[in-house]
């Protein structure tokens, strides 16, 4: 393992609280189950990769995406999806590239990195922190015990925090990932004089990323052992999820409350505001675990033994067909919620007004209201609950007001949160990333609050995700717009066709430019600056 050698004497005072802090995390017995394994799995499924690479399989697109397919620290999705479409669309400069990096040779590190980012195009990934991430995770199909993925805030922090050295302006990827794996190296020996045992740099990264994103062990000095374990026992990091997300981490704090209250919420609002993503994304930081989240969708022929639990069709003795009882999802999740009672268990319903909510949830409208008792199931003679550690996000589009209406019985039982492009934090929310993501396309938020306006219906607005998209340009919006949006707003206006000139893609860029403008004179005119646009490229892993 290489790493930058540190020969002048800092303050042992930042690194004291430092570590301080790490042993807190330590003693709750958490670091291996919750950071170290999962990394150690993505590890393998690169190493896979690899292997395949040298064999000369041809699968091993196939086999990248699945390593990359994670919702963790790691590495930003957005990074991950943007490196599986340059492997798909460019497959011998993609080999190259991989083979840089993961030479069966004595090439060092350095050189690993910094080849890759050299072969890297930068219309694949720009910025020095997010190539340095992608850089690194691809590493851990090496030795990831050695070689730990980066993100750049992480690391940034762990170096204010202690003092450490800072990096030149001009460092490349290379320097930065070799400053990085200097200062794990530093933080194992400073733990390691403080009584502090750090197996390899993939416990320290682990540490440092936890540290980061959490207040544990931050008031440590004079506490006990037992009081330390129980300030690491806080809230999931969410403010990282809420950078990935582009949210403000009030909302989704507000929406873990309403989940510690009441244990269940739906996400309501028009289709492309993100309802399932966000759903999906914050049960599985909540869970910490994917495996301890599941997702269903409700339909029109969903019914009470697709969901809880039914007699079903079985082969007995390979030719007879007999029948037997199986559980149905939510079952199944209250069944692991009860062999892992300390860990949360999340249930993801998508488009959960979509079935005959009375016939699917049978029982379940008791149970919902009534977590701690018990009652018979329609196709079982044993008492059953809904365990407390089970918890439960839907999702309803209100688009279609003939099934967004619910009774008010399954209101009662649930929180409703609003996913409406007229309220933040949904209605800022495109123009955020555009400002991000695609700095030129920025005039697109424009672009949508205008058609938005001539809609003229709440529940019919479009979302922002039409266009959260990587590699946006216009060619990919006049697209979006002639496939996707149009047809959906036809759909609304049905009966009234001659208002779909007013929905065409030209006239609404010219008429939200034309309202930008207007703007801007208004805040001319009271002697203010006028709006910036935003440019330069993003650092996705910030």
Not at 25 to 47: F, M, P, S
Not at 183 to 192: C, K, M, Q, T, V
Not at 400 to 427: C, G, M, N, Q, T
Not at 433 to 443: D, F, Q, T, Y
Request: aromatic content about 8%; some cysteine; glycine content about 6%.
């Amino acid at each position: 393992m290489e790493m930058a050698h540190y020969t002048t004497p800092e303050d042992s005072a930042p690194w004291t609280k430092f570590v301080r802090r790490a042993q807190a995390y330590v003693e709750t017995g958490r670091l291996e189950q919750d950071e170290v394994l999962y990394k150690v799995e993505i590890g393998e499924r690169l190493a896979e990769v690899r292997t395949a690479l040298g064999t000369g399989a041809d699968n091993w697109v196939a086999l990248l995406k699945r390593a990359l397919d994670n919702r963790t620290n790691t590495i930003d999705w957005r990074l991950a999806r943007a490196l599986n479409q340059w492997c798909e669309n460019h497959p011998d400069e993609a080999l190259q590239a991989l083979g840089a990096i993961w030479a069966r040779d004595n090439s060092s590190v350095a050189e690993r990195v910094r080849t890759f980012s050299n072969l890297l195009p930068d219309s694949v990934i720009r910025g020095k922190g997010s190539r340095t991430n992608v850089a690194s995770v691809l590493l851990m199909g090496l030795d990831v015990k050695q070689y730990p993925p980066f993100r750049v805030t992480t690391f940034q922090g762990a170096y204010d925090d202690t003092g450490y050295g800072q990096l030149k302006p001009d460092a490349d990827e290379a320097d930065q990932y070799g400053h990085a794996l200097g200062f794990l190296g530093r933080f194992i020996d400073e733990a390691s004089t403080r009584g502090l045992t750090l197996r390899h740099p993939l416990d320290a990264q682990s540490i440092v990323w936890v540290l980061k994103h959490t207040d544990i062990g931050k008031s440590t000095r004079d506490l006990k052992p037992q009081t330390a374990n129980s300030l690491a026992k806080t809230a999931p990091p969410l403010q990282a999820l809420a950078d990935e997300l582009l949210l403000p981490v009030d909302f989704l704090k507000n929406i873990d409350l309403l989940l510690q209250d009441k244990k269940q919420v739906i996400f309501q609002g028009p289709p492309g505001t993100g309802k399932t993503y966000v759903a999906r994304a914050l049960a599985e930081r909540l869970a910490e675990s994917r495996e301890r989240v599941r997702l269903v969708q409700f339909h029109s022929s969903f019914a009470y033994e697709d969901f809880v639990q039914g007699f079903r069709p079985k082969i007995i003795d390979g030719k007879q067909i007999g029948f037997e009882l199986r559980d149905g999802p939510l079952l199944r999740a209250a069944k692991h919620a009860t062999d892992q009672p300390d860990t949360k268990h999340f249930l993801v319903i998508d488009e959960i007004n979509r079935g005959n909510l009375g016939k699917v949830f049978g029982e379940l409208y008791f149970l919902l209201e009534y977590r701690d008792r018990e009652i018979t199931l329609q196709y079982s003679d044993k008492p059953f609950s809904l365990p407390g550690n089970l918890y439960i996000i839907g999702t309803m589009n209100t688009a279609d007001r003939s099934i967004a209406l619910v009774d008010l019985a399954l209101r009662r039982r649930f929180y409703f949160v609003e996913f409406h492009p007229d309220e933040e934090p949904i209605k800022g929310l495109l123009r955020r990333w555009l400002g991000e993501k695609a700095p030129s396309m920025e005039w697109m938020a424009g672009v949508v609050d205008r058609a938005n306006q001539k809609l003229d219906h709440r529940h019919a607005t479009i979302g922002p995700s039409y266009f959260m998209r990587e590699n946006l340009d216009h060619d990919m919006v006049a697209r979006i717009w002639k496939h996707n949006v149009l047809p959906y707003i036809e759909e609304h206006l049905f009966g009234e066709s001659a208002r779909l000139d007013e929905f065409a893609l030209d006239t609404l860029t010219i008429e939200a430019a034309q309202d930008r403008e207007d703007q801007e004179s208004d805040v001319s005119e009271n002697g203010e600056n006028g709006p910036t646009k935003a440019s330069g490229s993003h650092d996705a892993s910030d």
